[in-house]
């Protein structure tokens, strides 16, 4: 099927006018509301992660190309949401974010940027076909998201 491509100039508009209602919502929100959100980005993470693709990586859900290509895309935007949520101005709302978050801010930062890195390279790997590729880098990703958990979250 044939899709017409929006004009560059109406997707600048679209893009622009996001960008800006996100940093207006940012600035109003309160701390109980900023931890709901990041806990909703990650809990949607986990929805596609660990409810998709790790299980289909471990072979307890079939592989299926399409399911893996759609859930990475979705996990890639997910896994940059959470993020501008974790400020100090939270740290009293009950939640299951170590206070290590905002001593050691570049070591999250870092740790943030690793999952992310990892992710952008499973989608492009969705796209090439290569199943044990794609199964390989899916355990990349948990460890990455793993990592994180351990230094910065709460031992559920
Ligand atoms: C840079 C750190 C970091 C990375 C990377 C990270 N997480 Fe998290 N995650 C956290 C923190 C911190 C919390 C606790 C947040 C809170 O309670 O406010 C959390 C909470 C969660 C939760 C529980 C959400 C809830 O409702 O309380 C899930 C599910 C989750 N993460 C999944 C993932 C998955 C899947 C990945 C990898 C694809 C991932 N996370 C990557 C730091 C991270």
């Not at 893009?15 to 109980?32: C, E, I, R, T």
């Not at 809990?43 to 759609?70: E, N, S, V, W």
């Amino acid at each position: 099927m044939k899709r017409k491509l929006l004009p560059a100039w109406i997707v600048g508009i679209v893009v622009g006018a996001g960008a800006g209602y996100a940093l207006n919502a940012f600035a109003q929100a309160k701390p109980d509301v900023l931890v709901k959100q990041r806990q909703a980005a990650m809990t949607l993470q986990g929805k596609y992660f660990y409810g998709q693709l790790r299980p289909m990586a471990q072979g307890k859900i079939p592989y299926d190309a399409d399911q893996a290509a759609r859930a990475a895309a979705f996990l890639e935007a997910l896994s940059r949401m959470p993020w501008d949520g974790f400020v100090p101005g939270t740290r009293d709302v009950k939640s299951g974010a170590l206070p290590a978050i905002y001593e050691q801010p570049g070591k999250f930062k870092e740790a943030q940027e690793r999952a992310q890195a990892e992710i952008s390279k499973l989608v492009a790997l969705t796209k090439s076909g290569d199943e044990a590729a794609v199964k390989a880098q899916i355990l990349v990703v948990n460890k990455a998201c793993s990592a994180c958990h351990n230094d910065f979250r709460e031992r559920q």
